[in-house]
């Protein structure tokens, strides 16, 4: 053990002094955005150099770096500090988010040096997501470009407050006042609308240092302050603070019989032992008798703190649901209209399905109609049917569940969500809430006595979806039909909705645009879970060609009702067949959208049901279908009679 002499324990105070000081230091949290190759990377290096948070093994590394992947000469390309990628060294751009620490005298920070190509935009807009303040830089030889907008929009929407429009590269323009004031004034010509509370710009060159840290002497026409003085000036909002308590539960803690709490991070507002809190979803209140930190029990626990909190009665509260103030509840509701930014290459369309998840919590949700989309270039709303790739525009979301969220405006977690593929599983956009939507105050679920399970009873039959789906001339019909009347001669209560009869009708206003296909889907499965809801064995036959309508169907019945059944024939012999001659004029162009020429079937990847038609008879095909119904039944029988599974 080392002996412990005044000398080292004065070095040990001092570790101690300084830990503290840093402790005690506000905290900014902000990102570098804007178009490619503007300096976002070499910027951040340029800060993490003069405020001394490169090692001298670092730096070693750093001019190793230089030689082989610079693109600065024989000089060190400060970018490199922060482009870890191999695939980014080579390329000379940012991919991933890259976060870096630093700290002045003054304030500590973290940066998000985000990527400025198009196709990453969505990286660009995660980290944003937490930061109080934006960088947005412009190269002084090409102004402000498109992505220079978009980035701002997107800053706006999610929303920062705090914008400094760095004009880098001033060097590369004879440091001419000129060109700075052209640019700043085109900026803030369509900035100045997009509600930010502060707008600074500066001129600089992070590749030599010019106005980041140290004054230029090149730039004796600036009389504004260098980049650093104003990152460690600007407001820090402590408004998350002020605003109602929100605490979305992350995890029910409970190791023992005599523990149960509820972990999360406060979003915002405060909270102390005695306060009431009241349960979003269900409404139930309680009063916090505990708050448990890492360290001990708290009395006061304010928003960004990590804390489990312990209440003085037994509510249900499960993860997802949000702790609140009792003065200033959220709103719960399945339906609201929202702000998207697109992130993925196959556009959103109104009818589309996805999955909905907020900061603990999540839902199906499909998208009802888009409003408009924003026009990156004047800001003006557009009328659209799709968005695309990195657009921005106002969407109408419905929920199969409802969810507790304040407005984006009002609260920065409880207002955002992202939107997930149900089968990639990838997050295709992300959205901030404007508000609710609710057709009347007056409309409510009605309790009813008689239940499906009452009605089920009196059929003597368990209810069930058996959804068959096929390009067309498969034989999803013939089958169905054939079906029908063998549990109709059974005694069982049936009904059939194909396709083409109900679009006589029901669906008879729709088209065939993949818009429309998805909102055909929806209205056949809500009648479907109804007719299931009356006890009917419903039989469904529709192309139905994509998977997420599939499933989307397939959530909306109860568990085990829904049962797909693959009308699996290959695409030639139903080119073969071309029962109505459809494959024909399709083929030759005079039918658009159709399934299987130019627009797409995507197979059932895991059905109940795989029928292979060729080489069997539709007889052959009912048979295994009623066989699966008979097995399915004893096996609920045996589970319910306490046999087990």
Partial sequence: ?????????????????????????????????????????????????????????????????????????????????????????????????????????KRKFIVADTPGHEQYTRNMATGASTCDLAIVLVDARQGVLRQTRRHTVIASLLGIRHIVVAINKIDLVGFDQGVFDRIVADYRAFAGTLGFRTLEAIPISARYGDNVSQRSEQLDWYGGPTLVEHLETVPVDDEAVERPFRLPVQYVNRPNLDFRGFAGTIASGSVSPGDAVVVAKSGRQAKVRRIVAQGGDLDLAVAGQAVTLVLDEEVEVSRGNVLVAPSARPQVADRFSASVVWFDEKVLRPGAGYVLRTATDQASATVDKISHRLNINDFSEEEARELELNEVG????????????????????????????????????????????????????????????????????????????????????????????????????????????????????????????????????????????????????????????????????????????????????????????????????????????????????????????????????????????????????????????
């Fill in 1 to 105: 053990m080392q002996h412990v002499t005044p000398e080292n324990l004065d070095a040990v105070e001092g570790v101690r002094a300084y830990l503290v000081s840093q402790e005690k230091k506000s905290l900014l949290r902000f990102l570098t955005c804007g178009s490619v190759d503007d300096g976002k990377s070499t910027l951040i290096g340029r800060l993490l150099s003069d405020t001394k948070q490169i090692f001298e093994d670092q730096l070693a590394t750093l001019e190793q770096d230089s030689r082989r992947h610079g693109t600065t000469g024989d000089e060190m390309d400060f970018a490199l500090l922060v482009d870890g990628l191999e695939a980014e060294r080579e390329q000379g751009i940012t991919i991933d988010v890259a976060y870096r620490f630093f700290a002045t005298p």
């Fill in 394 to 645: 106002d969407v109408t979301i419905t929920l199969q569940s409802p969810v507790a969220f304040d407005a984006f405006a009002e609260n920065r977690t409880t207002g955002a969500f992202i939107l997930i593929d149900r089968i990639t599983n990838a997050t295709v956009g992300a959205g901030m809430i404007r508000q609710a939507i609710r057709q009347a105050d007056n409309i409510h679920w009605q309790s009813l006595d008689v239940g499906r399970e009452a009605r089920a009873t009196l059929k003597h039959q368990r209810p069930a979806v058996l959804w068959f789906t096929g390009l067309s001339g498969s034989g999803k019909s013939t089958i169905a039909n054939l079906l029908e009347k063998k549990l109709h001669a059974a005694g069982r209560h049936t009904y059939i909705l194909d396709g083409d009869n109900v679009r006589h009708g029901l669906n008879r206003d729709l088209g065939f645009t993949e818009a429309d296909r998805a909102e055909n889907i929806r209205r056949v499965a809500e009648v479907a879970r109804l007719m299931a809801d009356a006890g009917l064995i419903v039989i469904v036959s529709f192309i139905s060609p994509f998977r997420s309508e599939r499933l989307l169907a397939r959530e909306l019945m109860t568990e085990g009702e829904f049962i797909e059944v693959f009308v699996d024939t290959p695409f030639e012999e139903c080119v073969r067949r071309d029962p109505k001659g459809l494959y024909a004029k399709a083929l030759k162009g005079e039918i658009d959208n159709f399934t299987g020429v130019d627009s797409p079937y995507e197979s059932p990847e895991n059905p109940e049901l795989r029928l292979q038609t060729l080489g069997r008879t539709p007889e052959e095909m009912v048979e295994a279908v009623e066989r699966w119904l008979t097995e399915r039944d004893i096996a609920q029988q045996h589970y319910e009679s306490g046999g087990g599974i």
